[in-house]
């Protein structure tokens, strides 16, 4: 079945060090999202790409990167991850944005120490 | 810009009574309008939306929803709460001819069914 998978579900790492979670779709959709979703409140964007063109929300802090070497892979990096940044991150795909639909991958959560 | 208010953040019912929650939207034109629920530790799942046409709408899991111009609202309802329906439910937003390509989430409703 075509699916949005995030890899690891469950990432653990200490505060300061990097840190890198995977997404992949089999949609082949133009557009891929990542959110962070605190616990019991809305996902929050942090950025998102239209194929290449890369576009990130004001509010997001620099410590969050992200790479999309090709259509099917995206990936989110926190450089110094702070016991802040612990949360859900969300993974969505959507065929051109314009408000399509968007499909979620399954969250990886995030634990600093 | 536009927002999403979710004015429940948790309700409860029994099993096999209807449901109904609330979404209220602000925004200056006709909005795309979603719902999505979302069961603990996993991602969001589609439940329906609205873009154009028949007000009312249906969706997966037996869930409705209607846009009402006039009260800025997408409501959602179920007849006949499952215990597999608990989980959090979330409304979105989209915008039309803005070029911005996200959606505007609420706080989420979290519904608890009670046997």
């Known amino acids: 079945d075509a699916m949005v998978i995030q890899n690891p579900r469950y990432q653990v790492t200490q505060f300061g060090k990097p840190v890198t979670l995977s997404c992949s779709q089999t949609?082949?959709?133009?557009?891929m999202y990542w959110y962070q979703q605190k616990s019991s409140q809305a996902p929050k964007l942090l950025f998102h790409y239209y194929d290449k063109d890369f576009n990130n929300e004001a509010d997001t802090p620099d410590n969050f990167q992200s790479r999309r070497p090709n259509t099917s892979f995206c990936f989110l990096d926190i450089r110094s991850p702070g016991l802040g940044d612990a949360a859900m991150y969300l993974c969505?795909?959507?065929?051109?944005?314009?408000?399509?639909?968007?499909?979620f991958g399954p969250g990886t959560r995030l634990t600093v120490l | 810009a536009q927002s999403v208010t979710q004015p429940d953040i948790h309700i409860t019912v029994s099993e096999g009574a209807s449901l109904e929650l609330r979404c209220n939207y602000s925004?200056?034109?006709?909005?795309?309008l979603f719902w999505y629920v979302q069961s603990p530790g996993q991602g969001l799942q589609l439940l329906l939306k609205?873009?154009?046409?028949?007000?009312l709408v249906q969706g997966i899991k037996g869930f409705e929803a209607e846009f009402k111009r006039s009260q800025s609202s997408f409501n959602l309802r179920k007849p006949s709460v499952h215990w597999s329906d608990a989980a959090e439910y979330f409304c979105a937003v989209g915008a039309r001819d803005t070029g911005r390509r996200a959606l505007t989430f609420g706080s989420g409703t979290r519904l608890q069914v009670q046997p």
């Open positions: 609205y873009f154009s046409g028949d007000t």
């Open positions: 969505a795909t959507s065929p051109t944005g314009d408000s399509d639909t968007q499909y």
């Open positions: 949609l082949n959709h133009n557009v």
């Open positions: 925004y200056g034109a006709t909005p795309y």
